[in-house]
Protein backbone atom coordinates (compact mmCIF):
# COMPACT_ATOMS: atom_id res chain seq x y z
CA UNK A 1 0.00 0.00 0.00
CA UNK A 2 1.20 3.75 -0.31
CA UNK A 3 2.29 5.16 2.81
CA UNK A 4 -0.29 7.72 3.90
CA UNK A 5 1.20 11.79 5.16
CA UNK A 6 -0.63 14.40 7.81
CA UNK A 7 0.40 17.32 6.52
CA UNK A 8 0.73 19.90 9.61
CA UNK A 9 0.20 23.46 8.68
CA UNK A 10 -2.14 24.34 5.57
CA UNK A 11 -0.19 27.57 4.28
CA UNK A 12 1.60 28.61 1.30
CA UNK A 13 4.00 25.62 0.71
CA UNK A 14 2.01 23.00 2.25
CA UNK A 15 -1.16 23.80 -0.39
CA UNK A 16 -0.02 24.92 -3.32
CA UNK A 17 3.07 22.73 -3.32
CA UNK A 18 3.17 20.11 -1.77
CA UNK A 19 -0.34 18.28 -0.96
CA UNK A 20 -1.08 19.01 -5.24
CA UNK A 21 2.40 16.68 -5.59
CA UNK A 22 0.99 14.36 -3.28
CA UNK A 23 -1.59 13.40 -5.94
CA UNK A 24 1.89 11.73 -8.50
CA UNK A 25 3.53 10.05 -6.00
CA UNK A 26 3.83 6.05 -6.04
CA UNK A 27 4.35 5.28 -2.88
CA UNK A 28 2.64 8.05 -0.74
CA UNK A 29 -0.97 9.59 -0.63
CA UNK A 30 -2.58 12.46 1.48
CA UNK A 31 -4.61 11.04 4.09
CA UNK A 32 -4.97 13.85 7.45
CA UNK A 33 -4.65 17.06 7.33
CA UNK A 34 -3.66 19.10 10.87
CA UNK A 35 -4.66 22.66 11.00
CA UNK A 36 -5.74 25.49 13.33
CA UNK A 37 -8.04 27.10 11.09
CA UNK A 38 -11.23 24.85 10.93
CA UNK A 39 -12.30 26.33 7.45
CA UNK A 40 -9.07 25.61 5.74
CA UNK A 41 -10.18 22.00 7.23
CA UNK A 42 -13.44 22.06 5.47
CA UNK A 43 -11.92 23.50 2.18
CA UNK A 44 -8.58 21.42 1.96
CA UNK A 45 -11.02 18.35 3.53
CA UNK A 46 -13.53 18.43 0.60
CA UNK A 47 -10.71 19.03 -1.98
CA UNK A 48 -9.11 16.00 -1.24
CA UNK A 49 -11.78 14.00 0.05
CA UNK A 50 -9.96 14.02 3.61
CA UNK A 51 -12.93 12.76 6.23
CA UNK A 52 -13.44 14.47 8.82
CA UNK A 53 -11.82 11.51 11.09
CA UNK A 54 -9.00 12.43 9.45
CA UNK A 55 -9.20 16.30 10.16
CA UNK A 56 -7.18 17.30 13.33
CA UNK A 57 -6.76 21.01 15.40
CA UNK A 58 -3.12 21.79 16.82
CA UNK A 59 -5.05 20.24 20.18
CA UNK A 60 -6.41 16.86 18.82
CA UNK A 61 -3.23 16.34 16.99
CA UNK A 62 -1.79 14.01 19.37
CA UNK A 63 -4.48 11.28 18.27
CA UNK A 64 -2.68 11.15 15.13
CA UNK A 65 -1.81 8.57 17.41
CA UNK A 66 -4.53 6.47 16.88
CA UNK A 67 -4.81 6.72 13.19
CA UNK A 68 -2.99 3.86 11.40
CA UNK A 69 -3.73 5.61 7.93
CA UNK A 70 -1.19 8.22 9.52
CA UNK A 71 2.27 6.79 8.67
CA UNK A 72 4.26 10.07 8.19
CA UNK A 73 3.86 13.49 8.78
CA UNK A 74 5.10 16.27 6.88
CA UNK A 75 5.63 19.57 9.30
CA UNK A 76 4.88 22.72 6.93
CA UNK A 77 4.75 25.09 9.95
CA UNK A 78 6.78 28.06 10.85
CA UNK A 79 10.24 27.21 12.19
CA UNK A 80 10.25 27.52 15.58
CA UNK A 81 7.37 25.29 15.65
CA UNK A 82 9.43 22.52 13.88
CA UNK A 83 10.65 21.15 16.66
CA UNK A 84 7.62 20.44 18.99
CA UNK A 85 5.41 19.31 16.00
CA UNK A 86 8.29 16.63 14.85
CA UNK A 87 9.38 15.43 18.34
CA UNK A 88 4.80 15.03 19.27
CA UNK A 89 4.94 12.96 16.10
CA UNK A 90 7.38 10.53 16.61
CA UNK A 91 5.73 10.38 20.20
CA UNK A 92 2.79 9.46 18.49
CA UNK A 93 4.92 7.01 16.93
CA UNK A 94 4.61 8.45 13.53
CA UNK A 95 8.05 8.88 10.98
CA UNK A 96 8.23 12.78 9.52
CA UNK A 97 9.34 14.70 7.39
CA UNK A 98 9.93 18.22 8.44
CA UNK A 99 10.52 21.15 6.70
CA UNK A 100 14.07 23.83 6.14
CA UNK A 101 15.58 25.04 8.36
CA UNK A 102 14.87 21.97 10.79
CA UNK A 103 14.51 24.08 13.57
CA UNK A 104 15.74 27.29 14.90
CA UNK A 105 19.19 25.87 17.50
CA UNK A 106 21.12 22.93 17.42
CA UNK A 107 19.70 21.89 20.58
CA UNK A 108 16.16 21.65 19.16
CA UNK A 109 17.87 19.75 16.24
CA UNK A 110 19.09 17.19 18.62
CA UNK A 111 15.91 17.01 20.43
CA UNK A 112 14.40 16.10 17.09
CA UNK A 113 16.71 13.36 16.58
CA UNK A 114 16.97 11.80 19.96
CA UNK A 115 12.76 11.97 19.38
CA UNK A 116 13.08 9.85 16.04
CA UNK A 117 15.76 7.31 17.74
CA UNK A 118 13.55 6.67 20.29
CA UNK A 119 10.53 6.38 18.56
CA UNK A 120 12.40 4.22 16.17
CA UNK A 121 11.12 6.28 13.05
CA UNK A 122 12.31 7.94 10.56
CA UNK A 123 12.88 11.96 10.06
CA UNK A 124 14.02 13.95 6.99
CA UNK A 125 14.41 17.40 6.29
CA UNK A 126 12.45 18.77 3.08
CA UNK A 127 15.61 19.30 1.17
CA UNK A 128 14.16 18.90 -1.87
CA UNK A 129 16.85 19.82 -4.44
CA UNK A 130 18.73 16.63 -3.34
CA UNK A 131 15.91 15.38 -5.58
CA UNK A 132 16.28 18.00 -8.43
CA UNK A 133 17.73 16.76 -11.75
CA UNK A 134 20.04 19.90 -12.50
CA UNK A 135 21.12 20.05 -9.00
CA UNK A 136 22.02 16.50 -9.03
CA UNK A 137 23.75 17.50 -12.35
CA UNK A 138 25.60 19.41 -11.03
CA UNK A 139 26.94 17.56 -8.14
CA UNK A 140 27.61 14.95 -10.96
CA UNK A 141 29.58 17.20 -12.81
CA UNK A 142 31.59 18.62 -9.79
CA UNK A 143 32.25 14.53 -8.43
CA UNK A 144 33.59 13.74 -12.75
CA UNK A 145 36.65 16.01 -12.43
CA UNK A 146 35.50 17.98 -15.59
CA UNK A 147 35.97 20.91 -13.71
CA UNK A 148 39.32 19.72 -12.51
CA UNK A 149 39.98 20.45 -8.70
CA UNK A 150 37.05 23.08 -7.77
CA UNK A 151 38.48 26.21 -6.03
CA UNK A 152 35.33 28.18 -5.56
CA UNK A 153 31.39 28.13 -5.30
CA UNK A 154 29.60 31.43 -5.31
CA UNK A 155 26.21 31.09 -4.19
CA UNK A 156 23.27 33.43 -3.82
CA UNK A 157 19.71 33.67 -2.38
CA UNK A 158 17.88 35.95 -1.50
CA UNK A 159 14.44 37.72 -2.38
CA UNK A 160 12.19 40.62 -1.21
CA UNK A 161 10.93 39.70 1.82
CA UNK A 162 7.45 41.95 2.28
CA UNK A 163 6.14 43.40 5.65
CA UNK A 164 3.68 41.72 8.09
CA UNK A 165 4.94 38.04 8.17
CA UNK A 166 6.07 35.48 10.62
CA UNK A 167 9.26 35.28 8.34
CA UNK A 168 10.23 38.96 9.96
CA UNK A 169 9.65 37.69 13.54
CA UNK A 170 12.42 35.88 15.04
CA UNK A 171 10.17 34.08 17.86
CA UNK A 172 9.00 32.16 14.72
CA UNK A 173 11.77 32.29 12.34
CA UNK A 174 14.44 31.87 14.43
CA UNK A 175 16.57 34.22 12.59
CA UNK A 176 15.93 36.17 9.02
CA UNK A 177 17.11 35.46 5.54
CA UNK A 178 19.91 32.85 6.55
CA UNK A 179 17.13 31.07 8.04
CA UNK A 180 14.35 30.68 5.26
CA UNK A 181 16.54 31.23 1.98
CA UNK A 182 20.45 31.59 2.99
CA UNK A 183 20.02 27.99 3.84
CA UNK A 184 19.66 26.95 -0.16
CA UNK A 185 23.24 28.71 -0.50
CA UNK A 186 24.36 27.01 2.72
CA UNK A 187 23.30 23.58 1.74
CA UNK A 188 24.45 23.83 -1.68
CA UNK A 189 27.56 24.76 -1.16
CA UNK A 190 28.10 21.74 1.21
CA UNK A 191 26.33 19.56 -1.68
CA UNK A 192 28.26 20.43 -4.38
CA UNK A 193 31.54 20.25 -2.65
CA UNK A 194 30.61 16.99 -1.26
CA UNK A 195 32.80 18.37 2.21
CA UNK A 196 32.02 19.84 5.43
CA UNK A 197 33.73 23.13 6.30
CA UNK A 198 36.31 23.60 8.45
CA UNK A 199 36.16 27.64 8.73
CA UNK A 200 33.60 30.19 8.78
CA UNK A 201 34.04 33.72 8.55
CA UNK A 202 30.55 36.15 7.87
CA UNK A 203 29.33 39.96 7.98
CA UNK A 204 25.67 41.03 8.21
CA UNK A 205 24.05 43.99 7.02
CA UNK A 206 20.47 44.85 8.05
CA UNK A 207 19.08 48.45 8.25
CA UNK A 208 17.25 48.20 11.13
CA UNK A 209 15.42 51.97 10.37
CA UNK A 210 13.53 49.23 8.00
CA UNK A 211 10.14 48.01 10.12
CA UNK A 212 10.25 45.05 8.76
CA UNK A 213 13.73 43.89 10.14
CA UNK A 214 12.98 45.13 14.29
CA UNK A 215 14.11 41.35 15.20
CA UNK A 216 15.60 39.80 12.28
CA UNK A 217 18.70 40.60 10.03
CA UNK A 218 18.28 41.31 6.40
CA UNK A 219 21.79 40.74 4.15
CA UNK A 220 24.56 38.26 5.51
CA UNK A 221 27.18 36.50 3.72
CA UNK A 222 29.33 34.21 4.18
CA UNK A 223 32.61 32.25 3.61
CA UNK A 224 33.29 28.70 4.18
CA UNK A 225 36.80 26.86 4.13
CA UNK A 226 36.42 23.49 3.24
CA UNK A 227 39.52 20.33 3.85
CA UNK A 228 40.35 20.51 0.31
CA UNK A 229 40.98 24.58 -0.04
CA UNK A 230 37.83 25.11 -1.69
CA UNK A 231 36.16 27.95 -0.64
CA UNK A 232 32.28 29.14 -0.98
CA UNK A 233 31.42 32.60 -0.93
CA UNK A 234 27.62 32.59 -0.06
CA UNK A 235 25.18 35.10 -0.13
CA UNK A 236 21.71 35.57 1.61
CA UNK A 237 19.54 38.51 0.98
CA UNK A 238 15.58 39.32 2.32
CA UNK A 239 16.36 42.70 0.26
CA UNK A 240 17.02 41.41 -3.41
CA UNK A 241 16.21 38.96 -5.63
CA UNK A 242 19.60 35.70 -5.77
CA UNK A 243 18.84 32.20 -6.81
CA UNK A 244 22.45 31.48 -8.72
CA UNK A 245 25.12 29.11 -8.06
CA UNK A 246 28.80 28.48 -10.13
CA UNK A 247 31.60 25.57 -9.08
CA UNK A 248 34.68 27.14 -10.14
CA UNK A 249 37.62 24.53 -10.95
CA UNK A 250 40.87 25.21 -12.58
CA UNK A 251 39.71 23.24 -16.05
CA UNK A 252 36.01 25.14 -16.18
CA UNK A 253 32.73 25.75 -14.40
CA UNK A 254 28.88 24.78 -13.85
CA UNK A 255 26.04 27.21 -13.11
CA UNK A 256 22.58 27.17 -12.35
CA UNK A 257 20.22 30.14 -12.71
CA UNK A 258 17.68 29.79 -11.02
CA UNK A 259 19.29 26.95 -9.19
CA UNK A 260 17.05 26.15 -6.52
CA UNK A 261 13.34 27.34 -7.94
CA UNK A 262 10.68 25.36 -7.63
CA UNK A 263 11.00 25.15 -11.85
CA UNK A 264 12.67 26.73 -14.34
CA UNK A 265 16.22 25.86 -13.68
CA UNK A 266 18.79 26.38 -16.30
CA UNK A 267 22.11 24.95 -16.41
CA UNK A 268 25.82 26.18 -18.01
CA UNK A 269 29.18 24.82 -18.23
CA UNK A 270 32.12 26.32 -19.20
CA UNK A 271 34.46 23.45 -20.02
CA UNK A 272 37.81 23.28 -22.30
CA UNK A 273 37.18 27.42 -23.01
CA UNK A 274 34.12 26.27 -24.25
CA UNK A 275 30.60 27.85 -22.71
CA UNK A 276 27.90 25.48 -22.99
CA UNK A 277 23.71 25.44 -22.17
CA UNK A 278 23.19 21.84 -20.72
CA UNK A 279 19.35 20.94 -21.12
CA UNK A 280 18.10 17.71 -19.30
CA UNK A 281 15.18 15.48 -20.52
CA UNK A 282 12.27 16.38 -18.43
CA UNK A 283 11.98 13.46 -15.23
CA UNK A 284 9.11 11.23 -15.01
CA UNK A 285 8.81 12.84 -11.51
CA UNK A 286 9.36 16.37 -10.55
CA UNK A 287 11.51 17.38 -7.56
CA UNK A 288 8.82 17.67 -4.93
CA UNK A 289 7.03 13.80 -6.28
CA UNK A 290 10.63 12.36 -5.77
CA UNK A 291 11.23 14.02 -2.55
CA UNK A 292 7.47 12.78 -1.01
CA UNK A 293 8.55 9.43 -2.31
CA UNK A 294 11.85 9.28 -0.87
CA UNK A 295 10.79 8.64 2.76
CA UNK A 296 8.20 6.28 2.07
CA UNK A 297 10.94 4.26 -0.14
CA UNK A 298 13.23 4.20 2.80
CA UNK A 299 10.69 3.49 5.57
CA UNK A 300 9.79 -0.05 3.28
CA UNK A 301 13.87 -0.80 2.42
CA UNK A 302 15.22 0.44 6.00
CA UNK A 303 17.47 2.67 4.27
CA UNK A 304 18.23 5.98 6.25
CA UNK A 305 16.98 9.21 3.92
CA UNK A 306 20.07 11.12 2.06
CA UNK A 307 18.48 13.86 4.10
CA UNK A 308 17.92 12.65 7.32
CA UNK A 309 17.76 15.09 10.71
CA UNK A 310 21.69 14.50 11.14
CA UNK A 311 22.10 16.65 7.49
CA UNK A 312 19.47 19.51 9.27
CA UNK A 313 21.52 19.46 12.63
CA UNK A 314 24.89 20.16 10.05
CA UNK A 315 23.20 22.98 8.80
CA UNK A 316 21.93 24.27 11.58
CA UNK A 317 25.36 24.22 13.33
CA UNK A 318 26.88 25.92 10.90
CA UNK A 319 24.09 28.88 11.18
CA UNK A 320 24.93 29.65 14.47
CA UNK A 321 28.71 29.73 13.42
CA UNK A 322 27.78 31.83 10.85
CA UNK A 323 25.97 34.44 12.66
CA UNK A 324 28.42 34.00 15.86
CA UNK A 325 31.26 34.81 13.15
CA UNK A 326 29.37 38.27 12.44
CA UNK A 327 28.44 38.91 15.88
CA UNK A 328 31.77 38.83 17.02
CA UNK A 329 33.82 39.80 13.46
CA UNK A 330 36.05 36.61 13.52
CA UNK A 331 36.33 33.87 11.69
CA UNK A 332 35.30 30.48 13.87
CA UNK A 333 37.55 27.64 13.52
CA UNK A 334 34.99 24.26 13.34
CA UNK A 335 35.28 21.33 15.15
P1 LIG B 1 2.88 30.13 5.49
O1 LIG B 1 2.81 31.34 6.36
O2 LIG B 1 2.24 30.21 4.15
O3 LIG B 1 2.24 28.88 6.25
C1 LIG B 1 2.45 28.64 7.63
C2 LIG B 1 1.24 27.93 8.19
O4 LIG B 1 1.44 27.77 9.59
C3 LIG B 1 -0.06 28.72 8.00
O5 LIG B 1 -1.07 27.85 7.56
C4 LIG B 1 -0.37 29.23 9.38
O6 LIG B 1 -1.75 29.35 9.62
C5 LIG B 1 0.22 28.16 10.26
N1 LIG B 1 0.54 28.62 11.60
C6 LIG B 1 0.27 27.94 12.73
N2 LIG B 1 0.65 28.63 13.81
C7 LIG B 1 1.13 29.79 13.38
C8 LIG B 1 1.63 30.95 14.03
N3 LIG B 1 1.76 31.02 15.36
N4 LIG B 1 2.05 31.97 13.25
C9 LIG B 1 2.00 31.92 11.92
N5 LIG B 1 1.50 30.85 11.24
C10 LIG B 1 1.07 29.80 11.97
O7 LIG B 1 4.42 29.74 5.38
P2 LIG B 1 5.07 28.77 4.31
O8 LIG B 1 5.73 29.58 3.27
O9 LIG B 1 4.12 27.72 3.90
O10 LIG B 1 6.26 28.13 5.20
C11 LIG B 1 6.03 27.07 6.11
C12 LIG B 1 7.32 26.28 6.28
O11 LIG B 1 7.68 25.71 5.03
C13 LIG B 1 8.53 27.09 6.73
O12 LIG B 1 9.31 26.34 7.61
C14 LIG B 1 9.28 27.35 5.46
O13 LIG B 1 10.68 27.50 5.66
C15 LIG B 1 8.99 26.10 4.67
N6 LIG B 1 9.02 26.33 3.21
C16 LIG B 1 9.79 25.52 2.46
C17 LIG B 1 9.85 25.69 1.10
C18 LIG B 1 10.68 24.78 0.26
O14 LIG B 1 10.84 25.06 -0.93
N7 LIG B 1 11.19 23.69 0.79
C19 LIG B 1 9.11 26.71 0.50
C20 LIG B 1 8.31 27.52 1.29
C21 LIG B 1 8.28 27.32 2.66
Not at 43 to 62: F, L, R, V
Not at 196 to 221: G, Q
Amino acid sequence: RKLGYAVVGLGYYATRQIMPNLKDCEFAELKALVSGTPAKLEKYGAEYGIPKTHQYSYETYDRIRDNPDIDIVYVVLPNSMHAEYTIRAHQAGKHVMCEKPMAVSVAECQAMIAAAKKAGKKLMIGYRCHFEPYNLKAIETVKSGALGKPTLIFAEHGFYAGPNQWRLDKALSGGGSMMDIGIYSLNAARYLSGEEPVEVSAMEYTDRSDPRFKTVEDRIDWQLRFPSGLIADCVSSYSSNHNHYRVTGRKGWVELEPATNYEGQEMWTRLEGKREQVVLPKPAKNQFVRQLDHLPECIMSGREPIVSGEEGLRDMRLIEAIYRAAREHRAITLA
